[in-house]
């Protein structure tokens, strides 16, 4: 049972050290209780220390997320949130035996998940590509032309410059897009793993 619950712990480093001992103190009195011995009794009752760890990760990073905590974050520091609890959600959900079925929803909905954001993001990708090549364009053709058409080379500097510093503001516009789509997937990603994912007595009892 020591083996088991020293194997979780390695398992656990990027929670802290008292998160750490919360977790492992409360499986060890868990397995005491239950009269659990070995390591492959553990196994049986709680699952493999990887699939039980990475749960656990899964469950701290989503009560980050979803705390006041998460409030007082910059923006870039909520999306990278996100990011990390979506992939904490795939691992968990790859080292959990879940039935044909279920996995099959899952990963149709993570698929077009993934597919509709995906493919927003590559168009206003190529968009702010446009705004750029434009702006590029207006301004060499300008100074280009300034000195034998002095109006036509304000003009295309003028188109040039407003095309660039349009680009600003919709990279801006981007990387808002972008941070609420991982807001969103990461939601998307917590339903399908409060839904699908199961859980063991010992799990249904501990509260974070």
Known sequence: MNEYIQAVQKLLGQLTTAEQEDVVEYYREYLQDAGITTYQAAVDELGSPRALARKVLADYSIKLVESGRQESRTTTQAARSNAKTIWLIILALLSTPITIPIMIVVLALAFAGVAVAGSLVVALIAVLFSIVAVGVVGVVV??????????????????????????????????????KLLAVMAWLARDIYRRFIPRSRAERGRKL
Do not use: N, R
């Open 142 to 179: 300008g100074v280009l032309v300034i000195w034998q058409a002095p109006w036509v080379g304000i003009f295309y500097l003028g188109i040039g410059l407003t095309a660039l510093g349009m680009m600003g503001f919709a990279a801006i516009i981007l990387k808002w897009i972008c941070v």
